[in-house]
């Protein structure tokens, strides 16, 4: 693989689901980030992860955890899903002290009903 | 809350024609950068602007930037029905974290 992947592409998952959309980079990037990105919204942070071991909550992170066991994983989990959180969603990251672009991935479609 | 406003929020020209598109945002910054996004794709970076500059060239595309009216705009010369997509301006306000604030797009269709 090269860049970021996310799993799965696209989701339809019932209100009160747990679901862990999955993000992975071959980068060795330091730093990642989730998004999600609503009609009329553009994107809207998330959490995010400087290194291995450390988050962060960004703009709208309640709903969502993340967790950062390694350099290369960046889950996202919905606990317990609800009709709100359907939206795209997003993984970037960077290579944190080098070049401040971010690199984002193909994105997962979440619908929740 | 939404840090950037973009301006217009859909934009339609002829191929061959210059497309501009503003972005204002709220507090200081170090830095702003501009993405496109393609339908249904994720978020490519274009250029980024740092809060000392005023002006960068990338290709087709010029960034200005003016701290004192806290606004950006993005030009693309000679545009190209492939230019076709969403563009957004960016914020990073916190040193370090890179926590990007991102503005609601500019929708840009290029006719051939």
């Known amino acids: 693989i090269a860049g970021i992947t996310q799993a799965p592409t696209s989701q339809i998952l019932a209100a009160g689901r747990r679901m862990t959309l999955r993000c992975t980079q071959d980068m060795r990037h330091n730093a990642m980030y989730w998004y999600r990105q609503d009609l009329g919204l553009g994107l809207r942070l998330i959490h995010y992860?400087?290194?291995?071991?450390?988050?962060g909550k960004g703009e709208v992170p309640d709903g969502y955890s993340v967790s950062r066991a390694n350099t290369d994983d960046f889950p996202l989990t919905l606990a317990s899903a609800v009709p709100s959180q359907t939206s795209v969603y997003f993984c970037a990251s960077r290579r944190a002290g080098g070049s401040d672009t971010q690199y984002f991935g193909p994105g997962t479609r979440l619908t929740v009903l | 809350s939404q840090q950037g406003e973009e301006d217009p929020q859909a934009l339609s020209i002829q191929e061959g024609e210059n497309a501009t598109m503003n972005c204002s945002y709220k507090t200081s910054i170090n830095n702003l950068q501009w993405y496109r996004q393609n339908s249904g794709r994720g978020l490519v970076h274009l250029i980024l602007i740092r809060s000392n500059e005023r002006e960068k060239h990338s290709g087709r595309l010029r960034v200005t930037l003016d701290t004192s009216k806290k606004s950006s705009s993005l030009l693309i010369t000679a545009s190209r029905a492939a230019d076709t997509a969403s563009y957004f301006c960016?914020?990073?306000?916190?040193?370090?974290?890179?926590?990007?604030?991102f503005g609601q797009g500019t929708r840009l269709t290029i006719n051939p």
């Open positions: 960016a914020t990073d306000t916190e040193e370090g974290a890179q926590k990007l604030v």
């Open positions: 992860s400087n290194t291995a071991g450390t988050t």
